[in-house]
T-cell receptor, first 116, second 115 residues
Framework: DAGVIQSPRHEVTEMGQEVTLRCKPI?????LFWYRQTMMRGLELLIY????????DSGMPEDRFSAKMPNASFSTLKIQPSEPRDSAVYFC??????????????FGPGTRLTVT | LAKTTQPISMDSYEGQEVNITCSHN???????ITWYQQFPSQGPRFIIQ???TKVTNEVASLFIPADRKSSTLSLPRVSLSDTAVYYC????????????????FGKGTKLSVKP
């Protein structure tokens, strides 16, 4: 298996532009997570999906952020409009759920976003 | 939501055993404890997970006391390649009686292994 795939690996954009980050989870996994990592705040969970349905988006910082999962093999995280403070590494992770326990999450390589 | 507290950094030498303790005073009955390792420019990688007592795999051991308010990750005989950030994670994903769990990463412990 290729693991979790994220694209692009690096993104540099100007403030005010729309940014779309993409993720392909491991085939067969039914949970997908989006995280953001910065030096100041560490690793933060933004939103996660179960069977393509958003379950908890309480970590999404504001309305400029949105995430979708149109099918089991694809998810996007969109920032519109982007701001310099959105600069961070964004990770996507997936896992196969099993009733009653927390899961081993498989992380992608991340997308390093720089907003100038 | 159970918050975690870990030391910000630790230093060790090759061949030593390293113990990293995580405090989680508000851990819930349904929560499991999971540890991840992260190298620079990579995503975190699962190390070990447990609920109570002791869990051991080929990489590490996890010690959880009876009250479950803390846990200790033990890395035997570390090498330079164990230099990384280690995260303690406490949480559960499923619905129980209508409540919803969440997964919260601590800020991590930066382990530096020296020759």
């Amino acid at each position: 298996d290729a693991g979790v795939i994220q694209s692009p690996r690096h993104e540099v954009t100007e403030m005010g532009q729309e940014v779309t980050l993409r993720c392909k989870p491991i085939s067969g996994h039914d949970y997908l997570f989006w995280y953001r990592q910065t030096m100041m705040r560490g690793l933060e969970l933004l939103i996660y999906f179960n069977n393509n349905v958003p379950i908890d988006d309480s970590g999404m910082p504001e309305d400029r952020f949105s995430a979708k999962m149109p099918n089991a093999s694809f998810s996007t995280l969109k920032i519109q409009p982007s701001e310099p403070r959105d600069s961070a590494v964004y990770f996507c992770a997936s896992t196969l759920g099993t009733s009653g326990i927390s899961y081993e999450q498989y992380f992608g390589p991340g997308t390093r976003l720089t907003v100038t | 939501l159970a918050k975690t507290t870990q030391p910000i950094s630790m230093d060790s030498y090759e061949g030593q055993e390293v113990n990293i303790t995580c405090s989680h005073n508000n851990i819930a009955t349904n929560d499991y404890i999971t540890w991840y390792q992260q190298f620079p420019s990579q995503g975190p990688r699962f190390i070990i997970q447990g609920y109570k007592t002791k869990v051991t795999n080929e990489v590490a051991s996890l010690f959880i006391p009876a009250d479950r308010k803390s846990s200790t990750l033990s890395l035997p005989r570390v090498s330079l390649s164990d230099t990384a950030v280690y995260y303690c994670l406490v949480g559960d994903l499923y619905f129980y009686g209508g409540s919803q769990g969440n997964l919260i990463f601590g800020k991590g412990t930066k382990l530096s292994v020296k020759p």
